[in-house]
């Protein structure tokens, strides 16, 4: 089993900047692949961003890419994703996911994540 918690999440205005982190535990020994996704009220969770376990790799969403950088620490057993110039069409609950064998590579699939935590509000005010 792994768990994940994450923080960060908070009312930021338009343009802002802030940063979410992942803390896990559990199996950390085993090799996955972390995603963060978001969900809306009314929309389907979506992907945002993810980073291969040796995070050599990393994928985002058309909607965050050049403004979003996820990145993660193995040794602190946490993942991170930094969001810069937030609009309000970013407001969800942001989760942070974990797919367990991925080494090198990364998943944009919900269904291949086991691991979900329990999300992070980010609400961005216009």
């Known amino acids: 089993q792994v768990q994940l918690v994450e923080s960060g999440g908070r009312l930021v205005q338009a343009g802002g900047s802030l940063r979410l982190s992942c803390a896990t535990s559990?199996?950390?020994?085993?090799?996955?692949?972390m995603g963060w996704f978001r969900q809306a009220p009314g929309k389907e969770r979506e992907f945002v961003a993810a980073?291969?376990?040796?995070?050599?790799?990393?994928g985002y969403a058309d909607s965050v890419k050049g403004r979003f950088t996820i990145s993660r620490d193995n040794a602190k057993n946490t993942v991170y994703l930094q969001a810069n110039s937030l609009k309000p069409e970013d407001t969800a609950v942001y989760y942070c996911?974990?797919?367990?064998?991925?080494?090198?590579?990364?998943?944009?699939?919900?269904?291949?994540?086991?691991?979900w935590g329990q999300g992070t509000q980010v609400t961005v005010s216009s």
């Open positions: 980073i291969s376990w040796t995070g050599g790799n990393t």
């Open positions: 559990g199996r950390t020994s085993s090799t996955f692949s």
């Open positions: 996911a974990a797919a367990p064998g991925f080494y090198l590579t990364y998943s944009r699939d919900f269904v291949k994540y086991d691991y």
